[in-house]
């Protein structure tokens, strides 16, 4: 679904040498994390893993305050999602709008037919900036995606988690990895499903 707003990803255009420096060393230092318990970008999917995913959604939100620092309170916040599929599946689109926190986000999904994997990238509406994908699959009704990312400075391993629960209703999950040891998870969602026409208008939401 969709990365903190608070992930950043350095990318820089100069010349070759400095873009390496300073556009590949986020990357390079996550990589240099030991992987920690389940990671794998390896993890397979099916070309139709998000269909069910089509239509309108209501979400109730839980986002860890503070990361990374062994916080437990939460702050759990409503939002409204509306997803539209494309190239009869293996591509898909869903705006996310939280109407008491001011911002929204976009999540696309592209599955590469040749390696049988999703990635999926998020954009926050504040900074507009495509983050770092995450890659993986569905494993019947358990979908899991990996990649690598800096928070607030920090190289972490990434953790997406999808449940299918039933045709009605679905759960996410974001994790980091800070040390390669183990997860902390920081935002959790909800999801029921809601008729688009009240929830979507043109397949955004309407709040």
Known sequence: ???TPFVRSARVA???LAACVLACAPSAIAAALPDPPGYTTARTGGPHDFEYFAGG???TQHRLKAR???SNEWD???ATLCMTPYLDGRVTADEIRFPTKGWAGFTLRSYDLATKQWSIWWINSTSGRLET???GGFD???GEFYGEDVDAGRPVKVRYRWDKLDDDHAR???AFSYDGRGWETNWTADFARAPASSACRDGRPRD
Do not use: S, Y
């Open 57 to 59: 959604w209501r979400t």
């Open 1 to 3: 679904m969709h990365r």
């Open 133 to 135: 994908p995450v890659v």
């Open 68 to 70: 990374g620092v062994g």
């Open 14 to 16: 100069v010349f070759p």
């Open 172 to 174: 996410w999950e974001q």
């Open 76 to 78: 759990t916040f409503p």
């Open 140 to 142: 019947g009704a358990r």
